[in-house]
Nanobody, 120 residues
Framework: QVQLVESGGGLVQPGGSLRLSCAAS????????LGWFRQAPGKQRELVAG???????NYADSVKGRFTISSDNAKNTVYLQMNSLKFEDTGLYSC??????????????WGQGTAVTVSS
């Protein structure tokens, strides 16, 4: 099992910044992907940004140039730096980790989420 604990959400004005953190513990070895998803009210959950164990990153088009995902493998922690926040960035941000288990089975883990509200 992998436990994910997020922090860093909150209320911010448009144009402001927030930094989210997600710390993984437990059977964190063999995690090959860490990502941030968000779910806005009335919408489906979407991938915001992801990073692989090889430090390859990908971003949703809507956040490219504004958000940066990074990781500290020694601490099993992933960060999401969010700049130039917009109203539409509001949502529940959840951390996701994917791990390869015995026999190549893929395991998916989720944090409890941290709320981000962009409002004036």
């Amino acid at each position: 099992q992998v436990q994910l604990v997020e922090s860093g959400g909150g209320l911010v004005q448009p144009g402001g910044s927030l930094r989210l953190s997600c710390a993984a513990s437990g059977s964190a070895a063999n995690i090959y992907f860490l990502g941030w998803f968000r779910q806005a009210p009335g919408k489906q959950r979407e991938l915001v940004a992801g990073i692989t164990s090889g430090r390859n990153t990908n971003y949703a088009d809507s956040v490219k140039g504004r958000f940066t995902i990074s990781s500290d493998n020694a601490k099993n922690t992933v960060y999401l730096q969010m700049n130039s926040l917009k109203f539409e960035d509001t949502g529940l941000y959840s951390c996701n980790a994917r791990r390869v288990g015995v026999g190549g089975t893929i395991y998916d883990y989720w944090g409890q989420g941290t709320a981000v509200t962009v409002s004036s």
